[in-house]
C-alpha cells in the first residue's frame, strides 16, 4: 500500500478527480483476498478511496463497466505478472527443487543405500526454499527482455 496509497492520490490530482472519487483494485479470487479479515481491514483503512472488485476465477470476458474498453479481458491481460513472471519464477523454484531431489537420490545410490530420506524439519526447508526463491529471482532479474514482456502486456486505460 505504500506504492498504490500515494499513486492512487497523484492519479486522481492528475486527472483533477474528486477526493471522493475511489480507485477500483481488481483482485483475483484467491483465498486470502476473500477472507473476511482482509476485507475488514481494507474497508476500515482504505474503503473511503479504494473500492475492490474481483476477477473471476478463469475469466474470460468482456469487461462490462467500462465502454471505454470494448475488448475482451480476463486474469491473464489483468494479471500479466501471474501469466509471465510468476509462471516463470516457479518454474525456476521447481526445477531447483527436483534438481535437489535428485541430488540426493543419486548421494544415495551412490553410498548404496536402499532408502532415500530427505529433510522435513522446517528450519532446513525454510533455508533451502528461500535459497532456491533468491536464485530464482536473480535469473528472472537478468531477463529484461520478460520484464519489458510483462510492461507492455498490462492493461492500459484511456486515463493511464
Keep these: 500500500m505504500d506504492i498504490l496509497v500515494p499513486y492512487i492520490h ?14 477500483v483494485l481488481l483482485l483475483d ?20 478511496l479504494i473500492r475492490i472488485h474481483f476477477v473471476p476465477a478463469s475469466c474470460e470476458c468482456t469487461y462490462p463497466y467500462c465502454i471505454h474498453l470494448p475488448i ?3 486474469t491473464g491481460k489483468l494479471q500479466p505478472n501471474d501469466q509471465l513472471l510468476n ?3 516457479k518454474h525456476e523454484i521447481n526445477t531447483m527443487a527436483v534438481e535437489w531431489m535428485a541430488s540426493a537420490v ?55
Design 87 to 89: 509462471r516463470c519464477l
Design 29 to 48: 479470487c484467491w483465498s486470502v483476498h476473500r477472507s473476511k479479515d482482509f476485507l475488514a481491514c481494507m474497508r476500515q483503512e482504505y474503503g473511503k
Design 106 to 160: 543419486k548421494d544415495s545410490l551412490a553410498l548404496n543405500e536402499h532408502v532415500v530420506s530427505f529433510p522435513t524439519d522446517l528450519p532446513t526447508l525454510r533455508a533451502i526454499s528461500v535459497a532456491w526463491f533468491g536464485k530464482s529471482l536473480q535469473k528472472l532479474s537478468a531477463r529484461s527482455e520478460l520484464i519489458k514482456k510483462v510492461h507492455n502486456a498490462l492493461l492500459y486505460t484511456p486515463y493511464h
Design 72 to 74: 475482451s479481458i480476463g
Design 10 to 23: 497523484k492519479t486522481k490530482k492528475r486527472l483533477g478527480l474528486s477526493s471522493r472519487v475511489r480507485a
